[in-house]
């Protein structure tokens, strides 16, 4: 019973999942895109009408744009008089404060003002003239309001106006028709010195140094203060009352006719019939019907995903985790492109598609990145106000964007392609723009802004290549170079325990990267397997001829079948010691194929030689395999056994080096080797002119220099 499970679950996961995950793509799409109906006609101002004549087929206002409902928001805001509130409390209290004040001073200063206590009149003083004197014009100078300016008015001129709210009741007042504190204090002295019933010189002095000890600026507060939650409300009442309309046209009505050219009054006329023709359609029409309509237009160029993926990528359709990173960035793309829907000022621009197409790239192939970046872009233009002048940039974007980063091997490639891509953006809207409108004053200066913050957001692209490395077990050039680096740990252990082994996988990686530079492979990728590829020699280094010293070899104390196994072991020793160190499975796989299924060929013969009459066990001279699948581990199959056989030769001439190529490829193809690689023999061909340049330049003739003669 288990195992008909598992045959099923083996048989059946893999189609089941796949669909499941297209099926979840098309339905979380279809559920992002905007749920109007979709306006039939393209245009642009500046433009040729391309369609035929237009006649309202409805009733529908002109709505203002953008730009002029902000300037009319503007104005309001400009004009909106903000709201006061006088504090009527306010002037008693300072009254009563300023009376108590003056008496307790008096009480301890009059001998110090002898003038000042003589009798004015009728038994009062003149202490209680200038009391009375200063209280009234308290109370005058606080009836007529004692304002404080906010910030943003504090430099408003004297014919400012504002609303006073006084009780009930709201009044509209000039600036210059209160007092504010620096001119209400002196305009308190001033009266104070006008009306004080004083005529003595003598008597004068003393009362201006009784008046200046009383410090009457202490009972100098505002009592008309600022109101922000009323100026707030009644500014947002004012912008509410803007009419979001100019004008009406009526049902039957010329808009445009073919050929005429679309103006901006004529476009804004355009722009309300889309309008209400879409909330027409989404509130007229049902639903569902709009649903379905772009259920199957999701579906149709999903389908087109599959089907490419089936045709072409085999490879990538064969794998899960492939499909649900193609299907997942693609989803990304759409949901940043569907913010539009939700924050109407949201600049579309700043959204960097080009992302998709790099990191495709980067883990696949520039053919497949191009197809998802191009149905894409398509899915979001439903979002884009303009659909086709979307497209017409984006699409030339993305293929800008995978050629200025082929090969992400540093980070200044990504500072390099984001120059690239900016530039792209501005020379194509600049072009669009000078064709529309031909001239440059209706450029829109805030789009390069939008197309440099496009540049620096590509910059996440190498964070991002980091994380999808993470959860779909991808490989980047960056990752790459990390792993062929010396100076990793497990390349410090190999060089060494096994000096000679690490000398050898240099040179196998060496040989390796230029074939792969020539057949168009992945020659970061063949490197690091080549450094990789003989770890698994370190659990018996001497029982390898590169590692031996001395003339002492193991091999000579052991049966041929027992020293052909510790070789082959040489197989699973190394992919044990890969999985402890977490290397990547793209790099076991050139430990597993290096060998593929071929023999021990020099023990196999050995016993063959000494034992002429038994037949021996195949298998156990024959390496496990599997033989090599991609043409990244075929390469690096032909030059680990080109190098090693490489350094037997006893004469490094041409003709040798030639034969030895030959050879040493020639058995290989003969075994099969590489029947499962998708390398052809044209192919192979150019690897062996690589190989045989390679080794006449390692192994070329040095001149013999001459002993010094005495």
Known sequence: MLEQLSRFKSKFYKPFARILLFLTSIALITYLLPKTGKFAYEYQNGTPWKHQTLIAPFDFPIYKTQTELNNEINAASKNHRPYFEMDTLLAANIRQRFNNDFDQYIEKNKDNFQSLNTIYSNDTTYFSVIKNTISANLSTIYSKGIIVLPEENIDAPSSFELMLIK??????????????????????????????????????????????????????????????????????????????????????????????????????????????????????????????????????????????????????????????????????????????????????????????????????????????????????????????????????VGLVAMFSLFRMTRRSHIVRAAMFIILTYSLIYTALVLWQEGTLINVNPFMYVYFAANGVMLLMVYPLIWIFEKLFGFLSDVTLIELADTNHPILREMAEATPGTFQHSIQVGNLAQEVAYKLDANPALVRAGAMYHDIGKMASPMFFTENQAGGLNPHTELEFEDSAKIVINHIDNGVKLALKHNLPKQIIDFITTHQGTTKTRYFYNSYINKYPDKTPDISTFTYPGPTPFTKETAILMMADSIEAASRSLKQYSDDEIDKLVEKIIGIQIEEDQFINAPITFREISEAKEVFKNKLKNIYHARIEYPDIKK
């Open 167 to 396: 009780g009930s009741y709201v009044e509209p007042y000039e600036l210059s028709e209160l007092e504010q504190r620096t001119s209400a204090y002196k305009k308190l002295l001033s009266n104070i010195a006008a009306e004080l019933p004083i005529k003595e010189d003598a008597m004068i002095a003393e009362a201006s140094q009784f008046i200046d000890a009383l410090q009457l600026n202490k009972y100098i507060e505002a009592n008309v203060l600022f109101n922000q939650e009323r100026s707030n409300a009644e500014l947002a009442l004012l912008k509410k009352n803007i009419s979001l309309t100019s004008g009406r046209v009526l049902a039957g009505q010329r808009i445009i006719d073919q050929g005429e050219i679309v103006t901006i009054e004529t476009e804004k006329v355009i722009d309300s019939l889309r309008r209400k023709y879409e909330a027409n359609i989404a509130s007229e029409t049902d639903y569902y019907f709009i649903l379905a309509g772009q259920f199957l237009l999701i579906a149709f160029l999903f389908t087109a995903i599959y089907l490419f993926l089936f045709y072409f990528r085999r490879d990538v359709y064969q794998s899960i985790s492939s499909i649900s990173f193609i299907l997942l960035i693609t989803l990304l793309m759409v949901v940043f492109a569907s913010l539009k829907q939700f924050f109407i000022h949201f600049p579309f621009y700043i959204i960097p598609f080009a992302i998709l197409p790099i990191i495709i790239r980067t883990f696949l192939d520039s053919r497949l990145a191009f197809f998802m970046h191009v149905i894409t872009i398509l899915i979001c233009a439903f979002f884009a106000q303009n659909s086709f002048e979307f497209v017409f940039i984006q699409i030339p």
